[in-house]
Structure formats: C-alpha cells, structure tokens
C-alpha cells in the first residue's frame, strides 16, 4: 500500500510533469519569434493583423464609433475590434506580437489545465483523488487546439464552473470571486461565456424549482460575472442601446438555415464525431470509442443510477450537437426574417460546451475503468497517452509547419519595397488584394477596400459587390457565399474559388478576370496588389507596374495600377 504521503509525493511529481508539457508545448512561439508557424483559419488572417491595425492607428482609447480610416473608406468602425481591456489586446499593444501571442497561449493553456484539475477533484471525483486521471485528462484537455483570439473562451469554462459550484454550494472563499472577475479580462462574452452564463443560469433555475431555495449568491455571482463582462465590452453595449445610426449592416443579411433535413442530420455527426473548427477536441480516436464503450457498459450492467452525471452529460453533448446542427435548419428561415436578433445573433453556438464535457466523460471513462482494479489500470496510463499522442500534431508548429510563418506571412520587407515604389502617402489611395488575405496589405500600412470583417454597412456592401459583380455571376457557390454572409469582402476570382493563399512558388495565373474597375476606381481604389500575375490585365484596364519577391516573404506580389 501506499502511504498518504507518497501519494502526495507522486501527485506533485505528476503535476511537474504536466506543466512541463504545458510550457513546452508553447516554447516554440519564444524561441522561433517571427519565424513560428500559427493557425491560418480566424488567426493569421484576421484577429492578428487586427490587433497590430489597432495599435498603429492610434484608435486603441478612441470612442466608440471613430470610423477606421484605414479599412473600408472609413465604414469601418473603432467599436467592430475588440475593447481596449481585452487580455489579448492589451498584450498586443505593449509586446512585440509573437511574443504576445505565445504569453496568451501559455495563460490560456495553463488556465485550462489548473481549470479541469481543480473541477475534476472536487466536484466529479468529490470523496476520491484519482490524481493520475485528473492531472492526465486536465493535461490533455490543456492541449486541445482552439480558437486562438478566444482564450479561455472555452477553455476556461472548467474553472468558472469549479468557482460557481463552490458559491452555489455555500462556500465563500475569496478565490471564486477572483476567478469570476478575471476571467473576462481573457475571454470573450459573444463568442464563449454567453452561452456558459446562460448554463448556469438554468442551473440557478433548477436548483430554484428543485429546492424553493433562490440561493440570491449563487444567483448574484452569475449576475456579478455578467455585469464584469459588459463593463469590459462597453463598445458592444453602447452600440446595442445607443446606436449612432439605423442602417443595416451585413449581419442583417446573413442567410445562414439552408440545410435540407438530411444535411442537418450528417452535420448533426460531423459536429458530435469531429466538432466545430473554434471547439476542436481531436476526441474522435480515443475519448469518443471508449465514452461509448463505458454507456453501453453502464446500461448493460445497469448502474444507470450510480452513473446519473456520467449519463447526462451523454445526453446533453448530443443535444448540444443536434441544437447546433438544426440551428442552420432550413426551416428556421421564415422566423430569422422576421426576427433580426436571430439573423445577426449566433445562438446555435452552446456547442462551445462540449470541450469541457467531452473531457470530463473521459475523466469519468478513465475512473470506471480504474475502478475495476488489476492489470485494467494500466490501461488507463495507454488511453491517457494515446490522447496525448493524438493530440501532439495539432500542436500549432507541426500541424502548421508546411504554412508561412508569422514574418514570412506579414512579408514586412517586401511591402516595404512596394511602398517605397510607389511612393505615395498612404492615405492618399486605396488598395484591394487578389490571392492574398487584405490584412496582410492592412497590416503594413496599406489603406484597403476590402477586408475580412465581421460587421459593417451594408450599403458598403452592395457597392463593393459591384466591383466582383462579374465574377459572381460565373461562379453560383462565390456568389451565395458573398451574398448569403459577406464577412469576407474580398475581391473574389472564379477561377480561384474561395482560395485567398497563393505563395510565391505557385505556377498559377489568372486568365479571365472580368472585375468592375470603374467601380473600383469609383470607391478610391487605384492600385491591385495580386499573388498571381493577371493574363488579361489590359481587359480590365490594368496596367502592371512590377512584381515583388524577397526570399523571406511568402508572396509573390504583382502590382496593378488601375487605369483612369
């Protein structure tokens, strides 16, 4: 037998190992700087450039609604980008980018990790301490590759879960409430913690009609964590209550409920067996098969009763898939259209759950398992590892080894021979991109037409559409695709499809542009900064000027003046 002592030896032990996974797996970000390679998808081509676009335009403190001049003529507002405390901004802001993007993985990872330990050995383990299986399922939880810009969006739900069952069972210890006041600061409401408030609350209701008790701090914790939410993102409240204008914006458009009930009912399965692409779990090789085995073991043996948490959260990880999946239902169109919040407002995402209840089955798989005793232990070491194994090739370095890294992506030097060429004050003109994300243009400096935003006039809309208006028209799926959403306002090519990434080493070109360029001219745009050299350039009234390559960079851009 093993004394308690020893037990606590190996469990710290344990606990040394784990972190010093945790630190390795983010040590790349310090060690490799410019040169480390990150997720494209919502990060690199978006949320990153975003984040230095703001600190160099001097708006970081600016009121709400001060027009970005740099994107979209000025359509574009101040109070579209995060708020000014958000943890990820404000580390942008005062450290040099990869380093603030390595700071913020190692906060959210290490967060997510102390998160699930403490949720796991004290309210679903509760009398035992399994320490292998809370420290093996905290450790590979940490790991699970997420939305980047979303911090502990997700991944910090496993703590403010721990804080909330601590109040809701009475205690008033000082930590929960730190918890519940700092976790704000490095997630985000709209795309995280709404849904996980909204949880709580209906457990705040059941405990309510369960008990006749209100419980008023339980109660006044979820409301305190709301109120520390919505002081963070002001801007968002300010333009909700207090709107400078009524017009419509993209989000007013969007037409999302268009699957017949046979594709709602694959995406049902995709989204349980694989996830969504801000929510992955990489559970589908080991956690999915053997949460599976042990339902079917538990309802076989009939210990329903004895494993009540462990069957409910089957239960509500399926529903949470099947309420997202039928969120896009096309029967859910006729009421999106006459409802506005339901078209603008995403409430399909209480997916964002899962992660935290897909690890916690494979906590209570693990346990089960474990608990038989014998040689069976040792199984539970293999699928604590084999987790881990699965999980290594989503580290960001090796998933995403074959794409740009951060320098080679933003090509400083090679934008700065561009600017150089032509020679101009930069607020002077306008650029639009073609085979290259705008934020790359965006984040050197460049003043664009287009970009990739997640709301902004619709009449900005309409008007740049007429500028892709000839390509839309050939190609049906491009064409729904700005139409139907429209958060990419880009200048869209039919013969490249929706591929925006064409490195310098493509043998691609692009052979029968049809672009509106009066209309380009119209809006400002006089220069077309394109990865991929355009055949028919005078069709279009180009006229090329010079290609630009330099053996860091990614691209391999093509300058275009638009004639005029």
């Known amino acids: 037998m093993i004394n308690v002592t020893e037990k606590s030896k190996q469990e710290k032990t344990f606990l040394a190992v784990a972190l010093l996974i945790v630190f390795l797996w983010v040590l790349p970000y310090f060690v490799l700087n410019g040169q480390a390679h990150m997720r494209m998808h919502d990060n690199l081509d978006s949320n990153l450039g975003w984040y230095e676009i703001l600190k160099n335009s001097g708006n970081m403190f600016a009121p709400v609604n001060t027009p970005m001049e740099q994107i979209m003529n000025g359509e574009f507002s101040r109070d579209t980008y995060y708020s000014e405390y958000y943890g990820m901004v404000f580390l942008f802001n005062i450290l040099p980018p990869v380093v603030a993007y390595g700071l913020c993985q190692a906060i959210t990872r290490f967060f997510a990790f102390l998160g699930m330990y403490l949720l796991l050995k004290k309210h679903v383990f509760k009398n035992s301490n399994p320490y292998l299986i809370t420290i093996g399922v905290a450790l590979t939880f940490a790991l699970t590759p997420y939305w980047p810009s979303g911090m502990l969006s997700i991944l910090g739900m496993p703590l403010a879960l721990w804080s909330f069952l601590n109040i809701r069972n009475g205690e008033r210890n000082w930590k929960n409430y730190v918890v519940l006041t700092l976790l704000p600061f490095f997630s985000t409401f709209v795309i995280g913690f709404f849904y996980f ?130 969120w896009f239902f096309e029967g859910w169109q006729p009421l999106k259209e006459r409802v506005s919040l339901l078209t603008s407002f995403n409430f399909g995402r209480f997916h964002y759950l899962r992660p935290m209840i897909i690890y916690v089955l494979f906590a209570l798989s693990l346990k089960m398992i474990w608990d038989q005793g014998g040689r069976l232990k040792y199984l539970v070491y293999a699928l604590i590892a084999a987790q881990l194994l699965v999980l290594i090739p989503n580290n960001e370095e090796i998933k995403y080894k074959n794409q740009p890294s951060y320098a080679q992506y933003f090509a400083e030097d090679e934008f700065n021979e561009i600017k150089e060429y032509i020679d101009r004050p930069l607020d002077e003109f306008r650029v639009v991109s073609i085979g290259m994300h705008p934020n790359v243009a965006q984040y050197n400096g460049f003043y664009t037409l287009d970009s990739y935003s997640n709301i902004y006039p619709l009449s900005y809309k309409n008007e740049f559409r007429k500028i892709i208006e000839p390509e839309l028209n050939k190609n049906k799926a491009l064409r729904e695709y700005y139409d139907y959403w429209g958060g990419r306002c880009y200048i869209f090519v039919d013969e490249l499809g929706k591929k925006y990434q064409f490195s310098k080493h493509s043998k691609q070109t692009i052979k029968n542009l049809s672009l509106n360029t009066n209309q380009l001219k119209k809006m400002g745009g006089q220069y077309i900064l394109s990865a991929l050299p355009i055949e028919n350039a005078k069709d279009n009234n180009l006229t090329f000027e010079k290609s630009f390559e330099t053996e860091n960079g990614y691209w391999k851009v093509y300058l275009y003046e638009v004639n005029g």
């Not at 801007?235 to 709107?243: H, T």
């Not at 017009?247 to 995406?267: A, G, H, M």
Request: glycine content about 0%; charged content about 15%; overall charge positive.
């Open 197 to 326: 408030l909204t949880f709580i609350g209906l457990l705040w209701v059941y405990d309510l009609i369960k008990t006749k008790k209100w419980n008023l701090v339980f109660l006044l914790s979820i409301v305190y964590m709301l109120v520390v939410y919505l002081l963070i993102d002001y801007r968002l409240v300010i333009s909700m209550i207090a709107p400078v204008s009524s017009e419509l914006t993209n989000r007013d458009v969007f037409y999302q409920s268009k699957l017949d009930i046979f594709q709602t009912l694959r995406l049902i399965v995709k989204n349980y067996v694989i996830s969504h692409n801000q929510d992955r779990t990489i559970s589908q090789f080991v956690i999915l098969p053997l949460t599976i085995i042990c339902l079917i073991w538990v309802l076989m043996k009939k210990k329903a009763k004895d494993n009540r948490l462990f069957i409910f959260l089957h239960i509500l990880n399926l529903v949470l898939s099947t309420w997202y999946a039928f």
